[in-house]
């Protein structure tokens, strides 16, 4: 009979771990610490580079927002063109290439960057955010569909809290370094995604050991192919699955109301910093274009690496503390409708009081529990259905349906700015009509779960 090595020790902590699980699991955990180390030294400086990408006529907010939207519109291409490649490859070839893809693009930008190489070049901010969006789908989103179809539906629960505690701990190493770096100047701006590439060449060789042992005990095989009736893969094809299936439909709803209320958050939040950093130039007496548009990126990306690492060191916390005892104590359903409850919360208190302290703490408080509870909740969720659906219905949820939720943002500050001239307080109200939406649809997606999950029981059985 097998004993519990050191490790799996050690590591029953944070889960329930059994005999033998323990070096997947660690693997699985160092490899999505780094993902998401590196995801987080590209994503503030997303928000740093979209700022200096001014549009005649537009906003800041407007600008972000909008080009928001045009990424949902890129996605449904991106969605397309990633199912017909995990049609075409097994899951650790399309993991290795899809990555080496994202690292060569990470290269390219790093040489577009403004004030860098080239002074200016137009748009390049703007594409520069379009691209964070199918790195999100290439990297971030496909690693979860790979640990999701590694695992059962009983390992699954046990261990994809604590693999989920890899990604939380990776995002906050990532965001605080971003922001030590930048505070301190020791690194330049330019510099952070030729760095963001070295995590991410470690993952690939995880991926691959990962793989090989699994194989070795037998406990897993590469994505299967689909059947050849539904072996075809379009841009839509993500979308038609969601519309013949409730489970989907109704996973696909609670994704965009969730992206719809938190993106509306962001970019009521990214105005505000906008704002505060031209109160701050003008006291300080720039004026030289150049100059200010350096103060204006650095001081975006600053203060995003430090508004980052404080989620996620409250998300780690969660994640390391509270997922796994508020899944196997409260079950699927509280672990997924905990985030509505507090965004209801938080947004009637914002709606109350729109002001920039109450505004930080509360997103911070919002995406924290996004980040950890309510993202073990998106991949828990996946553990009852077939690999063909998660392959399929997945990266069509966690990145379409995502990024349709930013265009319905986008949408609502057109419509709120131009049309309705909505202060920043009614659309806080806005979004607390949105999370009563997402609540239900929630609602409505626990008893769905539970219908599979009985399927799943009764067909081993």
């Known amino acids: 009979m097998q004993t519990l090595s050191r490790t799996e020790r050690l590591l029953r902590l944070f889960t329930e771990i059994r005999p033998g699980e323990g070096g997947t699991a660690v693997m699985m955990f160092a490899n999505v610490f780094l993902i998401l180390l590196a995801y987080y030294f590209i994503k503030p400086l997303r928000e ?15 600008v972000k927002a ?38 060569s693009n990470m290269v390219i930008f790093w040489f577009l960057q403004p004030h860098f190489f080239f002074d200016r070049l137009p748009l390049s901010g703007i594409i520069y955010y379009l691209w964070v969006g ?7 989103a496909q690693f979860w569909t790979f640990c999701a179809d590694v695992y059962t539906d009983e390992r699954g629960k046990r261990m994809l809290p604590f693999i989920a505690i890899g990604a939380t701990s990776g995002a906050a190493a990532g965001s605080w370094i971003v922001d030590m770096l930048v505070a301190s100047g020791a690194v330049p701006t330019e510099a952070l995604l030729l760095i963001a590439t070295l995590p991410l060449f470690v993952s690939i060789a995880l991926v691959r050991k990962v793989e090989q042992r699994e194989d070795d005990h037998g406990r897993t095989t590469s994505a299967p192919v689909p059947d050849k009736d539904d072996s075809e893969a379009s841009i839509w094809s993500g979308a038609k699955l969601v519309l013949v299936s409730k489970f989907l439909l109704l996973a696909a709803l609670v994704t965009l109301f969730t992206n719809w209320v938190n993106t509306n958050g962001e970019n009521l939040l990214f105005r505000v910093i906008q704002e505060t950093l031209a109160i701050q130039a003008g006291a300080e007496g ?19 690496g ?19 005892r ?11 409708l905990i985030l509505p409850v507090i965004a209801l919360f938080s947004y009637t208190l914002m709606a109350l009081l729109p002001v920039l302290a109450v505004v930080k703490m509360m997103k911070i408080a919002e995406n924290a529990t ?3 509870l309510n993202n073990t909740s998106r991949h828990v969720l996946w553990l009852p259905v077939s690999s063909a659906m998660k392959f399929r219905g997945k990266p069509a949820i966690d990145t379409l349906y995502v990024r349709l939720g930013d265009g319905l943002a986008a949408i609502t500050v057109l419509v709120g700015v131009h049309l309705l001239v909505l202060t920043t ?13 997402w609540l239900a649809a929630g609602v409505l997606l626990v008893k769905e779960h539970r219908r599979a999950t009985l399927n799943m029981e009764n067909h081993k059985a």
């Open 48 to 62: 740093g580079w979209i700022a200096v990408s001014d549009i005649q006529g537009l906003t800041k907010m407007e």
């Open 66 to 103: 909008y080009s928001s939207f045009a990424q949902s519109i890129l996605l449904l291409f991106v969605v397309g063109w990633y199912a017909r490649l995990a049609d075409r490859w097994d899951r650790v070839k399309l993991f290795t290439r899809a990555t080496l893809f994202c690292i």
């Open 134 to 140: 199918m790195f999100g789908v290439f990297v971030v």
């Open 286 to 304: 720039i004026t030289d274009e150049r100059t200010l548009q350096e103060f204006v990126r650095d001081g975006t990306t600053g203060f995003y």
């Open 306 to 324: 430090n508004f980052y690492f404080w989620v996620n060191i409250v998300a780690l916390l969660l994640q390391a503390f509270v997922a796994s």
């Open 326 to 336: 508020l899944l196997k104590y409260g079950g699927f359903a509280a672990i997924l």
């Open 370 to 372: 996004d980040y950890s």
């Open 425 to 437: 307080a009614q659309f806080f109200a806005f979004n607390v009509f949105l999370v009563l939406c």
